[in-house]
């Protein structure tokens, strides 16, 4: 999805993660939700649609990708959702006084394998101040030689692979991807690997 007027691009990703909320949408309405690496935050915006209470966020650095927050919020007719600054691996006043979440969002946030483990610290971060919260992400595997599963044991963070197919996200016009080489999209929600068994 291009939108050329404001030349903001929607990866595969977002649209797969959007396809998984609004599967579950009735279960949307109230939930505190917080998109990461939000960007043109389809995902967020259409859990705002839903009835979610969304906070978006992206890299404090990148005043860019704040702006396409914005710029997507008006857009969308959605001109109170508040847009943070959070950069990932940074303990900041803005992640420190965050309110509580439900649902953590991430589309196609483990893109570059030197960051992974600065999104999971803040996803950890998060976590632990949410102990019932979940990361929901989805991601494209660019290479068969990077995997978030040895972070994610080191973070005592547990997942579970969500299939597309169980919520009518492999057809071809949601899922695939015009970029050069195929790519796979995965879904898999993360939480807590809490130390009491559940």
Known sequence: VLDSQYGMYVWPCAVVLAQYLWVHRRSLPGKRVL?????????????????????????????????NCRRSCLL?????IPVLGLTWGR??????SLAPVDIILGSDVFFDPKDFEDILTTIYFLLEKN????????????????SIEALLCKWKLKHVHVP???????????????LPGRHTIEMM??????????
Do not use: M
């Open 164 to 178: 597309l197919h169980s919520f009518s996200a492999d057809k071809e016009h949601l899922a695939s991807s015009s």
């Open 91 to 96: 303990v900041s006043p803005e992640l420190l």
């Open 76 to 80: 969308n007719h959605l001109p109170h």
């Open 131 to 146: 102990p019932h919260a979940q990361f929901w992400t989805t991601y494209q595997v660019r290479s068969a030689d990077w």
């Open 35 to 67: 998109e990461v690496g939000a960007g043109v935050s389809l995902p967020g915006v259409l859990a705002a649609k839903c009835g979610a209470e969304v906070t978006l966020s992206d890299s404090e650095e990148l005043p860019q990708c704040l702006r």
């Open 189 to 198: 929600i993360i939480s807590l690997a809490q130390s009491d068994g559940t």
